[in-house]
C-alpha cells in the first residue's frame, strides 16, 4: 500500500490546482504545471516534451525524485516532500546562443530571492550554480539544452534532517533555522522570480547589463574576490583568484604570474589563502 503524503505532518503535499490557478495565468511565461508524486527526473521529463515541440513555459514539479542529477552527473534526491525539485522548459529564440550561460545565473538569482524572501535566510551563490547557506550547499541548479530549448532544473533542500543530508557539506533550510519552510510560497516565490527575470533578460536579448541581471548576479555571488581551484572538464586545475563575470557569464580567473583565463563550466573549491 502506497503510504499516505499525509503520513508526515511536517511535509505535506503540495496543491496541483491551487499552484496551477497562481501561475497558469493568461500573459504570464508559464504555460503549464505538471506535479508528480514521483519520478525519476523533473530535467528528464521536461527535455522529453522539449523533444515533443511543447511551447516555452512548461513547468514540471517531483514531490520525489528517484533518479535526480546535479551537475557532472551527481545524483540529486532527497526524501519525498522533504525539497523542490523543479524543472521549466525556455526556449530563448531572441538570445544569442552565446549568452545561454546566463541561464544557471539567472535561476540562481531567483532561488536566492525567494530562499532570502520566504526562509528569511542569508543566501549566497557560488559560481556557477550552488545556492550556499553559512557555506553549506542548500540548493543546486542544473541548465541542459535540448534542441532549441532550454530546461532548467532547481533543487532545493526545504526540511531535509541531518541523517538525510547527502555529505557533510550540505545543509537544510529547516536545519538553518528557517523563518518558514512552507514549500507551496518558496515554489511561488522563485517560478514568480524566475520568470520576471527571464523575462527581462530575454527582452534585452541576453544582455546581462540591459537586463540588469549582472549587477543582481554580483550582488549574491560570494565567488568574487576569492582564491579558488577550478577543476576543468579536462581534467586540468585552474588556481587563482576569481575576478569577474564576463559577458557570456563565465569565470574569470586570475592565477599568479600567469594571463586571467575565462571559464564556462568547472567544479569551484574556495582555497584558503
Request: glycine residues 10%; proline residues 7%; hydrophobic residues 45%.
Amino acid at each position: 500500500m502506497a503510504q499516505s503524503p499525509y503520513t508526515d505532518l511536517a511535509r505535506p503535499p503540495l496543491n496541483p490546482v491551487a499552484l496551477r490557478r497562481a501561475l497558469v495565468v493568461p500573459g504570464g511565461l508559464w504555460t503549464d504545471l505538471a506535479l508528480h508524486e514521483a519520478t525519476a527526473s523533473t530535467n528528464a521529463d521536461a527535455a522529453t516534451a522539449a523533444r515533443e515541440g511543447v511551447p516555452e513555459g512548461l513547468v514540471v514539479v517531483a514531490e520525489r525524485q528517484t533518479a535526480g542529477r546535479g551537475r557532472l552527473d551527481r545524483r540529486w534526491e532527497s526524501p519525498a516532500r522533504a525539497g523542490l525539485a523543479v524543472s521549466v522548459l525556455l526556449r530563448p529564440e531572441k538570445v544569442p546562443a552565446h549568452r545561454y550561460g546566463w541561464l544557471p545565473l539567472l535561476a540562481g538569482v531567483a532561488l536566492t530571492g525567494a530562499v532570502r524572501g520566504i526562509a528569511e535566510l542569508d543566501a549566497v551563490l557560488k559560481w556557477p550554480n550552488d545556492l550556499l547557506v553559512d557555506g553549506r550547499k542548500c540548493g543546486g541548479i542544473l541548465a541542459e539544452a535540448v534542441h532549441d530549448a532550454v530546461i532548467l532544473g532547481i533543487g532545493l533542500n526545504v526540511t531535509l534532517r541531518p541523517d538525510e543530508l547527502p555529505g557533510p557539506d550540505a545543509t537544510s533550510l529547516a536545519l538553518e533555522g528557517a523563518g518558514s519552510t512552507d514549500r507551496d510560497p518558496l515554489l511561488r516565490a522563485l517560478l514568480r522570480a524566475l520568470a520576471q527575470w527571464y523575462e527581462r533578460w530575454r527582452d534585452a536579448e541576453g544582455d546581462p547589463d540591459t537586463s540588469g541581471l549582472r549587477a543582481a548576479y554580483l550582488d549574491d555571488c560570494a565567488t568574487l574576490g576569492q582564491q579558488v581551484r577550478v577543476a576543468l572538464p579536462d581534467g586540468a586545475d585552474l588556481v587563482g583568484v576569481a575576478t569577474e563575470i564576463d559577458d557570456d557569464g563565465r569565470l574569470v580567473v586570475q592565477p599568479e604570474g600567469a594571463p586571467a583565463q575565462a571559464v564556462a563550466s568547472g567544479d569551484v573549491v574556495y582555497v584558503r589563502r
